[in-house]
């Protein structure tokens, strides 16, 4: 299983952006795939949403609201982020994960990780 994101980049403040997560390899209904950011210097990741398909039912949970919405093309088990109105503060690593088991939320205990993509945000 791979998790390749894409997207990133360096972004005047305000503006937006949208990142991608391409998961290759895996063959199950159901899954949670969730991203991530790692602030500069900080050793844990921080979990923005989420979204997992568990019994043919599909959960979404935003951990940051308002500005970050998560979405999914899930025929092609690519899942987006979306940043509007980027803040100098939202400059970080941004990674998304899968976890093999379904879920509702964003539940623990994720497999399989990205490498992350850097975003930084200038004002």
């Known amino acids: 299983v791979q998790l390749v994101e894409s997207g990133g980049g360096l972004v005047q403040a305000g503006g937006s952006l949208r990142l991608s997560c391409s998961v290759s390899g895996y063959d199950s209904d159901e899954y949670v795939v969730a991203w991530w950011r790692q602030a500069p210097g900080q050793k844990n990741h921080d979990q923005v949403s989420c979204i997992g398909i568990w019994y043919g039912k599909t959960y979404y949970q935003d951990l940051l609201k308002g500005r970050f919405t998560m979405s999914a093309d899930s025929s092609s088990l690519t899942f987006y982020l979306q940043i509007t109105d980027l803040k100098p503060e939202d400059t970080g690593t941004y990674v998304c994960?899968?976890?093999?088991?379904?879920?509702?939320?964003?539940?623990?205990?994720?497999?399989?990780w990205g490498r992350g993509i850097q975003v930084t945000v200038f004002s």
């Open positions: 994960t899968l976890r093999r088991e379904g879920g509702i939320g964003c539940p623990p205990g994720y497999q399989y």
